[in-house]
């Protein structure tokens, strides 16, 4: 069982930054991929940004492309999301999830093991 424990959430100020961390208890598989969704009250749970642990690729949800940036410590076992120039859309529960890397990476089941989640609150 791996266990992913998120930080790094808060409030802030339209315009401002934060970083999220999540740190993950034992180091997944290479195959595995690393991925931050959020989730708004009422809204479906959406990705926001997706990493694997060996390979160059990364990807992006739309609404957060050129605005925030994901990371990651193969030494630490840990993952960031960078996000800067936050809007108040950008408010939501954020989690961390790891699951096999598949085509599907955006949808949220796709992904086996997941944080409890930072609350991001981002004020107009």
């Known amino acids: 069982q791996v266990e992913l424990v998120e930080s790094g959430g808060g409030l802030v100020q339209a315009g401002g930054s934060l970083r999220l961390s999540c740190s993950t208890s034992?180091?997944?598989?290479?195959?595995?991929?690393m991925a931050w969704f959020r989730q708004a009250p009422g809204k479906e749970r959406e990705l926001v940004a997706q990493?694997?642990?060996?390979?160059?690729?990364?990807n992006y949800g739309n609404s957060v492309k050129g605005r925030f940036t994901i990371s990651r410590d193969n030494r630490k076992n840990t993952v960031y999301l960078q996000m800067n120039s936050l809007k108040p859309e950008d408010t939501a529960a954020y989690y961390c999830?790891?699951?096999?890397?598949?085509?599907?990476?955006?949808?949220?089941?796709?992904?086996?093991?997941w944080g409890q989640g930072t609350q991001v609150t981002v004020s107009s």
């Open positions: 999830a790891a699951g096999p890397y598949t085509p599907f990476y955006m949808t949220p089941r796709t992904y086996k093991f």
């Open positions: 034992q180091r997944t598989s290479n195959t595995y991929a």
């Open positions: 990493i694997t642990w060996t390979t160059e690729e990364i």
